[in-house]
């Protein structure tokens, strides 16, 4: 009788050291896995043996960060938005890449229709006041915002996070107009929703809020001129990424009264040190990236993302895989 074959070592993989250890556990209860946790914990040693990589959207990777490790499999990224991922590099490399479309598109539409809310009516300058002692009894020309009914919401990018805002937004009776590199059926016949050209919903809606992913085409896509054909009583929503938006043109709106107010939870760079002239801008609610931020929510994150690495090393298709070649 011949001796038994050896167990193949287990498959060695980083995870983030950010992340709840309890959120892992698909990973740490996987058979056949070495987790460490965080790539500073990984012994230079070892990188050549590195299969699975989860992380984070602020982790860039790149060329540098592929070449260190050859046998790498798989990048799991725990956000849907892959702006840090160079997928060319991904590709010339042979490492496939997940990310976590879906499980976060209602808590992330739900805080974009947060920030309009919270823009249409001042409710930042309100609190402040009140704090600043300038409440000194009810007036009925004070503090007074703008109404959402019969109002126009632009959505630039009509995806899954585009569409779930519009839905909300044509539930407080907004009219709803998109831009998107292709024709949505579905949002036009359940919300009447009215496809035009960037410069036309510029042009028409009382508010635009962006939806699109970071990309070469949507760099600066909101720039000083996009800005100058928005109406002068229109609010501007980002929840997309920071670099979709000229951020000095938009200060310079603000101060200058050309846009009536903007509130955004995406910003260039993240984080927004304190002291940044967007956080004193007229007018402007800005927000520490927290879109998909509620428990549920980064748990279902965490958990596709686990599910894409546990796939990626054991060779299966990923459960959400990006489109390499698309890029
Ligand atoms: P998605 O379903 O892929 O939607 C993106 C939409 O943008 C697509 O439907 C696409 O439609 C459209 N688009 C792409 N390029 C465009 C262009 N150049 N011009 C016009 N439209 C364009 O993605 P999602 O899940 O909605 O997420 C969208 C983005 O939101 C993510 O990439 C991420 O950056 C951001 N995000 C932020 C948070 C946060 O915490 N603030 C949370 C989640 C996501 P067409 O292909 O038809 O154009
Ligand atoms: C968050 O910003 C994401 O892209 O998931």
Not at 270 to 283: G, I, K, N, Q
Request: glycine residues 8%; proline residues 9%; charged residues 20%.
């Amino acid at each position: 009788m011949s001796a038994p074959a050896p167990a193949p070592a287990p498959a060695l993989i980083v995870v983030p050291p950010d992340l709840p250890r309890d959120w892992l556990d698909p990973v740490f209860d996987h058979p056949g896995l070495e987790v460490i946790v965080g790539l500073d914990a990984l012994p230079e040693a070892r990188q050549p043996e590195l299969v699975g990589l989860m992380c984070l959207l602020s982790t860039p990777i790149d060329e540098a960060l592929l070449s260190r490790f050859p046998a790498l499999r798989v990048v799991a990224n725990v956000a849907v938005g892959y702006d840090n991922v160079d997928t060319a590099a991904c590709l010339r490399h042979g490492v496939r890449v997940g990310n976590t479309p879906g499980v976060l598109t209602d808590a992330t539409a739900d805080l974009a229709m947060t920030l309009l809310l919270a823009a249409a009516r001042g409710l930042v300058e309100a609190r402040e006041d009140a704090l600043a002692g300038r409440w000194q009894k009810w007036k009925p020309d004070r503090w007074l915002g703008v109404e959402l009914r019969g109002a126009k919401l632009g959505v630039v990018g009509l995806g899954q996070i585009g569409y779930a805002v519009a839905r909300r937004a044509s539930a407080f009776g907004m009219d709803i107009l998109y831009h998107s590199r292709s024709p949505k059926p579905e949002a036009e016949r359940s919300l009447g929703a009215r496809r035009c050209t960037l410069d036309e919903l510029l042009a028409a809606s009382d508010f635009v809020s962006l939806h699109v992913p970071l990309s070469p085409e949507t760099h600066r896509l909101i720039d000083a001129a996009a800005l100058a054909r928005m109406k002068p009583t229109a609010t501007l929503i980002n929840t997309a990424r920071g670099a979709v938006l000229d951020q000095d043109a938009l200060i310079a709106a603000l101060h200058a009264g050309r846009l009536r107010a903007a509130a955004l939870d995406v910003t260039e760079p993240e984080p927004l040190p304190p002291e940044h002239p967007l956080f004193s801008a007229p007018r402007c609610l800005v927000l520490p990236h927290v879109g998909s931020a509620t428990a549920t929510t980064r748990r279902r994150m965490t958990e596709l993302a686990c599910a894409n690495l546990i796939a990626g090393v054991e060779g299966r298709a990923l459960p959400a895989a990006i489109d390499l070649g698309a890029g």
